[in-house]
T-cell receptor
Framework: AQSVTQPDIHITVSEGASLELRCNYS??????LFWYVQSPGQGLQLLLK??????LVQGIKGFEAEFKRSQSSFNLRKPSVHWSDAAEYFC??????????????FGKGTRLSVIA | EAGVAQSPRYKIIEKRQSVAFWCNPI?????LYWYQQILGQGPKLLIQ????????DSQLPKDRFSAERLKGVDSTLKIQPAKLEDSAVYLC??????????FGPGTRLTVL
């Protein structure tokens, strides 16, 4: 069965510092991969997605993620964190193309705190 | 385009009471999902509809939860009777073929 592991429950970084959030997945084939962000009291906003092709994908708000097939990882990065980035981040996997609208499977999330 | 709408945004009830949540998906989206997000966890699928038919409800506690999607558009999720462990955010999402699901703002349920 597919699963997503986000090993870090909570990360604190200083404003302006770089950020990397880890995500590992288990799936029978190369899945679609997603990162969502959730601010307090808000729904899930899509940051970026990987379907195929270039393994480094760019997203909104200056985020990027790199797909590494050999490590079954899809880590999220940002070179310089802003205080407004404080939120909960979720990695998710979905089925390969042509598998219909199979629902996404989410990790447990990583809470990001940003300090001055 | 308008996003996924959900109401109410917040609900507080006592255990054993009933509650219902409403979702209006993005126009034209045939697939609708209800997820449950317990505090400190990622969203977990409860039920998936394709138009007005159920595709997957294997994770729905059917002794107390029910959902419907009449006419293949709006959907309601009901809990009767509620338990303390039902306290969570209930997220609705919708998608069309080949698109990434879009999520609504969620309904935060507190069961006392």
């Amino acid at each position: 069965a597919q699963s997503v592991t986000q090993p870090d429950i909570h990360i604190t970084v200083s404003e302006g510092a770089s950020l990397e959030l880890r995500c590992n997945y288990s799936y029978g084939a190369t899945p679609y991969l997603f990162w969502y962000v959730q601010s307090p009291g808000q729904g899930l906003q899509l940051l970026l997605k990987y379907f195929s092709g270039d393994t480094l994908v760019q997203g909104i708000k200056g985020f990027e993620a790199e797909f590494k097939r050999s490590q079954s990882s899809f880590n999220l990065r940002k070179p310089s964190v802003h205080w407004s980035d404080a939120a909960e981040y979720f990695c998710a996997v979905g089925p390969p193309r042509n598998s219909g609208n199979t629902p996404l499977v989410f990790g447990k999330g990583t809470r990001l705190s940003v300090i001055a | 385009e308008a996003g996924v709408a959900q109401s109410p945004r917040y609900k507080i009830i006592e255990k054993r009471q009933s509650v219902a949540f409403w979702c209006n998906p993005i126009s034209g989206h045939a697939t609708l999902y209800w997820y449950q997000q317990i505090l400190g966890q990622g969203p977990k699928l409860l039920i998936q509809f394709q138009n007005n038919g159920v595709v997957d409800d294997s994770q729905l506690p059917k002794d107390r939860f029910s959902a419907e999607r009449l006419k293949g558009v709006d959907s309601t999720l009901k809990i009767q009777p509620a338990k303390l462990e039902d306290s969570a955010v209930y997220l609705c999402a919708s998608s069309s073929s080949g698109t990434v699901p879009s999520f609504g703002p969620g309904t935060r349920l507190t069961v006392l």
